[in-house]
C-alpha cells in the first residue's frame, strides 16, 4: 500500500467498528513475501471477519495452499457496512489482509461458501476489488474466480459469475488445479485453455461449458456439455484415507473475538445417521474417522500453536465417533493440568455421555441441547431421527440428576407430511421435558428448571432425500410457529420462532437454477449486504428482484418437483446414487426409517462397505 | 502470590486490538510461553493479568503496563523473552520488574499520562505556538465534552508542549484523581486554532508514550 493510502486507510480506521477486522497480522498469520512465489490465491470468505476465522475450511485451505512456496494464500473478508462506505467513499479497493495488495492482483480468487444468503456479499467483494462481476466480462487480466464449500453442490444460481467451482474437499485436487496453472502460467496459456484442461479434472465445474435448455414451464429442458471437455457428471473430490490428509499444525488466531475462538478437533467427515432432511450428512459421505493418536498429535500442536483455551471437538454427530470415550478420557486428562477445556456440541445423551460431560464442565452446569427435530415420533419416522420421546425423557431426567437444569431444544417447523398434531406435538414434549423435572423430589429442585424451545424452518436442500419437497411459504411456517407458542402449556417453557421469510428466499436459493445469477446480482445492486442477518435482510428487495427477472419465488422454494424433473444441480454427484434418495424419499412418505450406516449398509452409493471408497 | 509488573509497546497496526481483546492476546502468548502464571479460583478460572489503565481503540502506547501475578518467582528476562516470542509483530515487552511485597497495583496508582498527538498536515493550524502558550498562561481551559456541556479542563491538564509543527505533547490527569479525555483536550485546541474539529478528528494520532503513577509505582 502508498504511504498517501495508508494515511487513508488509517483514518477510516479510526472511524469504523471492530477495526481490528481490517488489520492482518494475527499469530499464525503465514508471511511470504509476494515476489517470491509464481501463484498469488485469494481466499475469500464472503461473511465478517469473526465468522470466516471461526470456519475450519477456510483455515484448512489457507495452511494447505500456504504450504507450497510457489503459492501465497491471502484472506478476505466481507468489510462491514461502515467499512464498505468509507472504502467507495475514499476510492481504496479490496485488500488482502496479508500484505494489504488488491484483490485484483491475484491470479485466483476462491470464495468458500457457507451459506446462501452470502451471495451478495461475494458480488460486493468482487465490486470492490474491481472485478467486473460476469465471467464474460472478465478477460484475461482479471483473476480466475474460483468457488467451493458446501453451497457448490448446487453451483447453479452463481453460474454467471464464476470460471470454475470445486465439488468437495480441497485437499484432495487443489494441489492439481495449482500445478496445471503453474505449468499453464510459464507456458503462457490463455484462462480458457486452462479452465478447458481442468474440467477433465473430477470436482471441477466449469458453468460455461453447459447450455441449459428451458421447458415453457419454467423447468429445465436439457442441460448439454458444449465442450469436448466438460464431464456429463461432475464427481466430488474428497480424501479416502482421512486420517492421513492434511490437517493444519497451527490455526490462526482472531484480533476480535470470533464466534469460535478454540482449537477445532475434526473427528470425522461424514455421518452414519442418515437424516433425510441434512445436506451435510449426504454430501459428506463416507463416514472417515481419524485415529485417536492422530486427534491427540493434533490438539497438542494446536494448543501449543494458538494459546487457545478450549477444545472443540467438531463432527456431525461427535458422540457417534467410534473411539469417543477414550478420547474423551485422554484430552481430559492431558489438558485439564494446563487449564484448557474441552468443549463438547451435538451429542446424544445418555448416561455415558453425561458422565464425560461431568468430567468436562466440572461443576459449571451449561445448559444440556436436544434436537429431537420433529415433535411426533411419526414425523421423526418421516426424517429419519433415531430418537425415541423416550430417550429424550431419560435423557432430561438423568441430566436433571446429574444437576442440569437448563434444556434446549432444537425442531424444525414446515418438514414433509407434517400435520396440526405433528405441530401440537412440539408444544406437548416441550412441556412434558418440564413435568420431567419436577418428578424429582422437591429438595433436588434448586431452581426452577428453564426450557428453551427453538423451532427453525425447514428448507429442503439438493442431494438430500427432501430435494423434491415443496417448501411451507412464510404464512405456513408463521402460522405454525403462532400454534406452537399458543399451545405450550407450562410457563418454565421458552419458544423462539423466526426468519421464516428468510428461509424462503434462502429455500429458493439453495435450488435455484442458473437464471437466479440475474436475481441475486440486481439484488446486489439494490444494496444487499449480509443478508443472511436477520437485521440486513430484506424480503422485499428479493421479491422485487424475483419480478424484474420475470421469475417467481415459489416456482424455486414452493412448488413440489417429479422425480423425473431435470434438476438443476444433478449433473453434480455426491456419490448418493439418485435411484438410493427417490427409495428414501418414498420411505419418508412412508414413515419407513433406514438404519445407520454403521448397523447395516443401506447402499447409497458410496460403496464402503465393498472397500469401493474413492471410486463413486 | 508474586507479581510482575511490564512495560510494554502497542504500536503500528496494533493498535486498532481494542481492550479486552488485548487481554485475550497476552493471556495466550503467555499460555503458550509456559510462564508459571497464577489462575483464578472459580467455575471458570482465567489468568491473573490486569492492565493498569485501558488505552483507546486506534491509540498507541509506547510504556503501558501489564502486571501478571504468578505462583514462582522467575527470571525477568527470560519471561520477556519468551512472551515476546509470542506476541505479533506491533505489540513488543520492553521491561520486566518484580513487585515488591506490598506494592500496589498499577491500576490504582494510575495518576496520569503522557500524551503526544500529530496533527492532520492538510488543515490550517497557524499560530499553533502562541495557542498553547495561551492555554498554559490561561486560568482556565473550556472544551466541550461529546454530550456538549462544557467543562473547564485546566486543572486536569499540564505540561502542553509543541514537539514539531505538528505534534504537541501534554499531560493529562487519570485515574482515581480525575480524569479528562485526550480528545477534550484536542478539541481545545482546535477551538483555540479556529480549526473544525468534527471534520479532523479521525486524522489525529494518539500516542500514550508513558503512564504517572503515584508514590511507590512511579518507575524509576
Known amino acids: 500500500m502508498e504511504a498517501k493510502d495508508k494515511e487513508i486507510y488509517d483514518t477510516i480506521l479510526m472511524q469504523v467498528s471492530k477495526s481490528a477486522r481490517y488489520i492482518g497480522n494475527e499469530i499464525n498469520m503465514v508471511k511470504k513475501d509476494p515476489k517470491d512465489v509464481s501463484v498469488r490465491f485469494g481466499l475469500c470468505f464472503p461473511d465478517s471477519y469473526e465468522i470466516g476465522m471461526s470456519n475450519l475450511g477456510m483455515q484448512i485451505l489457507y495452511y494447505f495452499i500456504n504450504q507450497r512456496n510457489d503459492t501465497y494464500c491471502e484472506r478476505f473478508f466481507a468489510p462491514y457496512f461502515d467499512m464498505e462506505e468509507k472504502m467507495r467513499e475514499f476510492s481504496l479497493p479490496l485488500m488482502s489482509l496479508e500484505t494489504f495488495s488488491k484483490a485484483s492482483e491475484f491470479d485466483f480468487v476462491g470464495f468458500t461458501l457457507h451459506y446462501e444468503m452470502c451471495y451478495t456479499n461475494m458480488l460486493n467483494m468482487m465490486d470492490l476489488g474491481n472485478i467486473p462481476l460476469l465471467s464474460s466480462e472478465r478477460g484475461e487480466d482479471f483473476p480466475i474466480i474460483c468457488a467451493g464449500g458446501p453451497c457448490v453442490y448446487n453451483p447453479e444460481p452463481l453460474a454467471d459469475f464464476v470460471d470454475f467451482f470445486y465439488i468437495g474437499e480441497g485437499e484432495e485436487k487443489l494441489g492439481e488445479i495449482l500445478d496445471i496453472y503453474q505449468a499453464n502460467k510459464a507456458a503462457g496459456k490463455s484462462k480458457l485453455e486452462y479452465l478447458s484442461e481442468i474440467a477433465e479434472i473430477d470436482g471441477i465445474y466449469v458453468p460455461r461449458f453447459y447450455d441449459i435448455e428451458y421447458n415453457q414451464d419454467g423447468t429445465i429442458k436439457s442441460r448439454k456439455p458444449n465442450h469436448k471437455n466438460a464431464k456429463e457428471t461432475i464427481k466430488k473430490a474428497f480424501v479416502s484415507d482421512f486420517d492421513s490428509s492434511f490437517y493444519p499444525e497451527k490455526m490462526l488466531v482472531s484480533h476480535i473475538e470470533a464466534v469460535h475462538d478454540r482449537v477445532v478437533l475434526e473427528l470425522f467427515r461424514g455421518c452414519i445417521r442418515g437424516c433425510r432432511f441434512c445436506q451435510a450428512g449426504y454430501v ?212 423462539a420462532f423466526h426468519d421464516e421469510k428468510l428461509s424462503v428466499i434462502e429455500g429458493a436459493l439453495t435450488r435455484g437454477d442458473r437464471r437466479l445469477s440475474a436475481v441475486i446480482k440486481r439484488v446486489y445492486e439494490n444494496g444487499g449486504r449480509f443478508e443472511g442477518w436477520n437485521e440486513h435482510f430484506s424480503y422485499e428487495r428479493w421479491e422485487s428482484a424475483f419480478a424484474a427477472e420475470g421469475l417467481s419465488i415459489s416456482f424455486y422454494a414452493e412448488r413440489e418437483r417429479d422425480f423425473d424433473e431435470i434438476l438443476p444441480w444433478d449433473h453434480i454427484s455426491s456419490g448418493v446414487t439418485r435411484e438410493f434418495l427417490i427409495e428414501e424419499a418414498k420411505k419418508a412418505r412412508d414413515g419407513a426409517v433406514t438404519p445407520d450406516c454403521r448397523t447395516e449398509c443401506s447402499v447409497c452409493g458410496l460403496g464402503c462397505r465393498n472397500g469401493t471408497v474413492g471410486d463413486i | ?196 474539529f468534527q471534520k479532523n478528528k479521525y486524522a489525529l494520532r494518539y500516542t500514550r508514550k508513558a503512564l504517572h503513577l503515584s508514590g511507590n509505582g512511579e518507575k524509576k
Not at chain 1, 440428576?401 to 414434549?429: C, N, V
Not at chain 2, 510494554?8 to 497476552?26: A, W
Not at chain 2, 509543527?165 to 479528562?180: K, N, P, Q, T
Request: charged content about 25%.
Open chain 1, 284 to 495: 459428506y459421505r463416507p463416514t472417515r474417522e481419524k485415529t485417536g493418536e492422530t486427534l491427540l498429535k493434533n490438539a497438542d500442536e494446536l494448543v501449543s500453536a494458538t494459546g487457545h483455551d478450549e477444545i472443540s471437538l467438531l463432527s456431525l454427530s461427535t458422540s457417534d465417533y467410534t473411539g469417543f470415550n477414550s478420547l474423551m478420557n485422554n484430552l481430559i486428562e492431558r489438558f485439564s493440568c494446563q487449564n484448557v477445556n474441552v468443549s463438547l456440541p451435538s451429542l446424544r445423551v445418555d448416561s455415558m455421555s453425561l458422565s464425560i460431560m461431568e468430567k468436562v464442565q466440572r461443576v459449571r452446569k451449561s445448559s444440556l441441547t436436544f434436537a429431537p427435530e420433529a415433535g411426533s415420533q411419526r414425523l421423526r419416522n418421516v426424517i429419519n431421527k433415531n430418537l425415541t420421546e423416550h430417550e429424550i425423557l431419560e435423557g432430561c431426567g438423568l441430566a436433571y440428576q446429574s444437576g442440569w437444569d437448563k434444556i434446549k431444544l432444537y425442531f424444525m417447523i414446515g418438514l414433509p407430511t407434517e400435520t396440526d398434531e405433528d405441530i401440537r406435538a412440539i408444544a406437548e414434549l416441550s412441556d412434558r421435558v418440564a413435568d420431567k423435572y419436577y418428578e424429582m423430589p422437591k429438595e433436588k429442585r434448586l431452581r426452577p428448571v428453564s426450557v428453551n424451545v427453538s423451532a427453525s424452518c425447514f428448507v429442503p436442500k439438493p442431494h438430500t432425500a427432501f430435494q423434491w419437497e415443496g417448501q411451507n411459504t412464510s404464512e405456513m411456517l408463521r402460522k405454525k410457529g403462532m400454534d406452537i407458542k399458543r399451545a405450550i402449556k407450562r410457563k418454565q417453557v421458552r419458544f
Open chain 2, 1 to 196: 502470590m508474586i507479581k510482575i509488573r511490564g512495560y510494554y509497546e502497542k504500536i503500528d497496526r496494533m493498535r486498532f486490538i481494542g481492550h479486552l481483546d488485548l487481554l485475550k492476546l497476552f493471556q495466550r502468548a503467555i499460555a503458550r510461553a509456559g510462564i508459571p502464571v497464577a489462575y483464578s479460583n472459580g467455575f471458570n478460572p482465567h489468568q491473573l493479568v490486569g492492565f493498569a489503565l485501558p488505552l483507546s481503540t486506534g491509540y498507541a502506547g509506547l510504556n503501558e503496563i501489564i502486571e501478571i501475578d504468578l505462583t514462582e518467582p522467575v527470571d525477568e528476562t527470560a519471561v520477556m523473552r519468551d512472551i515476546n516470542n509470542f506476541l505479533p509483530e506491533g505489540i513488543r515487552i520492553k521491561e520486566f520488574i518484580t513487585l515488591g511485597e506490598g506494592d500496589k497495583k498499577a491500576a490504582s496508582l494510575v495518576a496520569g499520562a503522557v500524551y503526544e498527538v500529530s496533527l492532520p498536515s492538510d488543515a490550517d493550524f497557524g499560530g499553533l505556538g502562541a495557542v498553547l502558550e495561551e492555554m498554559k498562561a490561561a486560568a482556565e481551559i473550556i472544551t466541550e465534552k461529546d454530550d456538549g456541556t462544557e467543562i473547564n479542563i485546566k486543572p486536569l491538564v499540564s505540561d502542553i508542549t509543541l514537539l514539531g509543527d505538528r505534534c504537541i505533547e501534554f499531560v493529562s490527569a487519570a485515574g482515581s484523581f480525575g480524569s479528562v479525555k485526550p480528545e477534550y483536550v484536542m478539541k481545545a485546541v482546535f477551538r483555540l486554532c479556529g480549526v473544525d
